[in-house]
């Protein structure tokens, strides 16, 4: 069975940073292009960052590039966001997806 499942969000104040992990179960995240996205309330979905398992190059949004890194571990088969100089246009509900499954996310809120 595949899961994957997200923690690490939390309350922030602007210019603050955060790690997002997601433990995955069910499949190796070696073999996959694994993401982030984000789901802020009244907006879209925005897809934020992707590492890509076949050469292990990065793609990130413009609005999280030079703030936000994604990385792995393929040992421990977990999937990592951090985040830095946090603003509060991040606040969203984080979520670590694989091409067919997605967990069900972390609140992060940064605000005063």
């Known amino acids: 069975q595949v899961h994957l499942v997200e923690s690490g969000g939390a309350l922030v104040q602007p210019g603050g940073s955060l790690r997002l992990s997601c433990a995955v179960s069910?499949?190796?995240?070696?073999?996959?292009?694994m993401s982030w996205y984000r789901q802020a309330p009244g907006k879209e979905r925005e897809d934020i960052a992707i590492l890509f398992a076949n050469n292990g190059g990065e793609f990130y949004a413009d609005s999280v590039t030079g703030r936000f890194t994604i990385s792995k571990d393929n040992n421990e088969n977990m999937v990592y966001l951090e985040m830095s100089n946090l603003k509060p246009e991040d606040t969203a509900v984080y979520y670590c997806?694989?091409?067919?499954?997605w967990g069900q996310g972390t609140q992060v809120t940064v605000s005063s």
């Open positions: 997806k694989s091409p067919y499954y």
């Open positions: 069910g499949f190796m995240v070696r073999y996959y292009d």
